[in-house]
């Protein structure tokens, strides 16, 4: 089995700190929690940046930009910028895609439309069409974000276009009140639809998480965890951190007998 490559999403678009105490907002809280994250054992950190006057998700390349440089002096890690903006707000495709400027390895790739949060994420044909022809261009790598079948379908019908390109990797997004459950069964219905030389990794939002988690370590994928999906460590108890949350996932994948990947060894696996 391949070592496990830990992606920690640090902070999402949406949740705030009624919900979320110890979320982190202004891009100096960000990169502090993505250092702390990487020092736990991920190494991949896929971020968000906030409008610290709202402390809603924002697609402005100066705030992504005072996360990134630090992270690139700091650390190794593999950078995965969001192109959703706040899912729902439905942003210009050029705002959207702002991120790719700063060239990260791997970008969000969200393959398809789906209700959240009470308002539709639209992400057309002729979106992901332009966002797959940007990537490309820019050198940055989709991770594709599937929330349920169709989705993987259509970016396994986008590569058979030649609009994405092999080794595809997926992350599986389970347990939005809208799309695929957290389940098992769920999520072996789309592991059977993946291509063989695909890499994938797995969320499950909220109490989804570690059993999302546990898939992907008996079947050989690799694992998100982090604020942006889940805010506790236990029953009623928040994490402080998203180091936390990455250390408890490192446990378990050592006790089972996965090592962990450092972000190297992260790259080779996803084929850089
Ligand atoms: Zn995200």
Not at 80 to 89: A, D, E, K, M
Request: proline share 7%; charged share 25%; net charge negative.
């Amino acid at each position: 089995m391949d070592k496990v490559i830990i992606t920690a999403a640090i902070t999402g678009s949406r949740m705030m700190r009624d919900v979320a105490p110890h979320i982190p907002i202004t891009p100096e809280e960000i990169a502090t929690s993505a250092v702390e994250a990487w020092q736990a054992g991920a190494s991949i950190v896929h971020l968000h940046v906030r409008d610290p006057e709202t402390g809603l998700g924002s697609q402005d390349l100066d705030l992504f930009r005072r996360v990134v440089e630090p992270l690139r002096e700091k650390t190794d890690l593999i950078l995965s910028l969001t192109t959703s903006g706040i899912p729902g707000r439905n942003l210009p495709t050029e705002e959207r895609l702002a991120p790719l400027a700063l060239k990260p390895e791997l970008a969000s790739f969200d393959a398809g439309s789906i209700n959240l949060g009470g308002r539709v994420f639209a992400n057309s044909p002729d979106f992901l069409d332009d966002a797959a022809r940007m990537m490309r261009e820019a050198g940055v790598k989709p991770e594709i974000e599937v929330f349920d079948l169709g989705m993987l379908v259509t970016a396994v019908r986008m590569r058979d276009e030649g609009k994405l390109d092999d080794p595809l990797h997926f992350q599986f997004v389970l347990g939005t009140p809208w799309g695929a459950p957290a389940t098992p069964k769920s999520f072996l219905h789309l592991h059977e639809h993946l291509p063989a030389d695909a890499t994938w990794s797995t969320i499950g939002i909220g109490r989804g998480s570690l059993p999302m988690a546990m898939m992907a370590l008996i079947l050989d994928g690799h694992i998100r965890v982090g604020m942006e999906d889940n805010i506790y460590l236990d029953r009623g108890v928040p994490a402080k951190t998203n180091a936390e949350l990455v250390e408890r996932v490192v446990r378990i994948c050592r006790a089972y007998g996965r090592d962990i990947a450092t972000p190297a060894e992260a790259r080779k696996i996803l084929g850089f």
